[in-house]
Antibody
Framework: EVQLVQSGAEVKKPGESLKISCQGS????????IGWVRQMPGMGLEWMGL????????NYSPSFEGRVTISADKSINTAYLQWSSLKPSDSAMYYC???????WGQGTTVIVSS | DVQLTQSPSSLSASVGDRVIITCQAK??????INWFQHKPGRAPNLLIY???RLETGVPSRFSATGFGTDFTLTINSLQPEDIATYYC??????????FGGGTKLDIK
């Protein structure tokens, strides 16, 4: 079965760093890019960016460029989304999704609060 | 970035109704549009890709058309389980793959 499994919910303080993960299984991980999508509470879906696992090339939405880092480790079939200094406005649900947009992770809730 | 405008932003309909949601692109994007259904607490579900192709397993009451800048998603004979928020998304090589603002659908 093709699936993406994301890491668990996180509660962090402003200014802390965070790295969440998305592990693929059931397919050749390097042949499909992995994208990240944000949904803030009560808001719509926002495309953040993607990573090509075969060479770790990335592309970011202008809204997220410089605010987050997307990466991948093809040796363990895992993509990552990370922040170096969280803000309360980063509180949201984050989804990873595979090229084709039919396979999604279950979502990771991030709460940033003092 | 490709900008997508969905309408309406919210909609109430009765079971059995036909529901139409529109998505307009600010530039010609050919048939590179996806449609998603998103229910609270769940990951989005791909309904339609390439503007009109039904994803495997999606009920046939869902259909979509469009090309260029104007696209529509139709739900024939609305069912209670169709209550969700619906999004369009452009999917061609012009990154980023922006989403429309969403249409929240509920039952009258």
């Amino acid at each position: 079965e093709v699936q993406l499994v994301q890491s668990g919910a996180e509660v962090k303080k402003p200014g802390e760093s965070l790295k969440i993960s998305c592990q693929g299984s059931g397919y050749n991980f390097t042949t499909y890019w992995i994208g990240w999508v944000r949904q803030m509470p009560g808001m719509g879906l926002e495309w953040m960016g993607l990573v090509y696992p075969h060479d770790s090339d990335t592309n970011y939405s202008p809204s997220f460029e410089g605010r987050v880092t997307i990466s991948a480790d093809k040796s363990i079939n895992t993509a990552y989304l990370q922040w170096s200094s969280l803000k309360p406005s980063d509180s949201a649900m984050y989804y990873c999704v595979r090229r084709g947009m039919a396979v999604w992770g279950q979502g990771t809730t991030v709460i940033v609060s003092s | 970035d490709v900008q997508l405008t969905q309408s309406p932003s919210s909609l109430s309909a009765s079971v059995g109704d036909r529901v139409i949601i529109t998505c307009q692109a600010k530039q010609d994007i050919s048939d590179y549009i996806n449609w998603f259904q998103h229910k609270p607490g769940r990951a989005p579900n791909l309904l339609i890709y390439d503007a009109s192709r039904l994803e495997t397993g999606v009920p046939s009451r869902f259909s979509a058309t469009g090309f260029g800048t104007d696209f529509t998603l139709t739900i024939n004979s609305l069912q209670p389980e169709d209550i969700a928020t619906y999004y369009c998304q452009h999917s061609d090589n012009l990154l980023p793959f922006t989403f429309g603002g969403g249409t929240k659908l509920d039952i009258k």
